[in-house]
């Protein structure tokens, strides 16, 4: 069974910072990978999918790579805002469309 | 608006009473799934259905039972054999194992 693990549990920077949330998985036989954001009380919202033919994937400040050899994938966030608390979660869909889930970094940016 | 809706948002139970929790998705999405998340824990698959008419048991699907008759709703029965249903409960569909879509889930209390 996968098994998924987000390392730091949280994280506190200071407003500006450019900071990298990690993602580990035990089974590199992986579909595609997705980050998701979750503010406290709500839903996921997904900030990007990695297929498992790409690298790396970007949007605005948020770029993720994969990298299925090593079973690690990371979060980069440019020049962080205080918008940006929340909880980053990852995921890997394997066959049988499943997904499996780490635990989370909660991010906090101070202004 | 295309997207999913829960209902309710919060919702508490009497001890041996069972509980239905509404999921309907409008994305024309086949397959959809529902999680349980607790506090420090990431989400935990309950059930998942990848087309009407069929769905398959997740990691933690005792106590639990669904069903899928129309492709746009997946609703979740918390039955009285689950002893700890106290959880905030999220419902997803997908295309497949492609990008995920969340509701914005539902508080499940028991009184």
């Known amino acids: 069974k996968q098994e998924v693990t987000q390392i730091p549990a949280a994280l506190s920077v200071p407003e500006g910072e450019n900071l990298v949330l990690n993602c580990s998985f035990t089974?590199?036989?992986?579909?595609?990978l997705q980050w998701f954001r979750q503010d406290p009380g709500k839903g996921l919202t997904s900030l990007l999918l990695i297929q498992s033919s790409q690298r790396e994937q970007t949007s605005g400040r948020l770029n993720a790579s994969l990298d299925k050899s090593s079973g690690r994938s990371t979060l980069y966030i440019a020049a962080s805002q205080p918008g940006d608390s929340a909880t980053y979660l990852c995921?890997?869909?394997?066959?049988?469309?499943?997904?499996?889930f780490g635990t989370g970094t909660s991010l906090t940016v101070i202004p | 608006d295309g997207g999913i809706t829960q209902s309710p948002k919060y919702l508490f139970r009497k001890e041996g009473q069972n509980v239905t929790l509404s999921c309907e998705q409008n994305l024309n999405h086949d397959a959809m799934y529902w999680y349980r998340q607790d506090p420090g824990q990431g989400l935990r698959l309950i059930y998942y259905?990848?087309?009407?008419?069929?769905?398959q048991k997740g990691d933690i699907a005792e106590g639990y039972s669904v069903s899928r008759e129309k492709k746009e709703s997946f609703p979740l029965t918390v039955t009285s054999a689950q002893k700890n249903p106290t959880a905030f409960y999220l419902c997803a569909s997908s295309l497949a194992a492609d990008t995920q879509y969340f509701g914005p889930g539902t508080r499940l209390t028991v009184l």
């Open positions: 995921a890997s869909a394997g066959t049988g469309n499943q997904f499996y």
């Open positions: 259905s990848q087309i009407v008419n069929d769905f």
């Open positions: 089974d590199s036989a992986i579909y595609n």
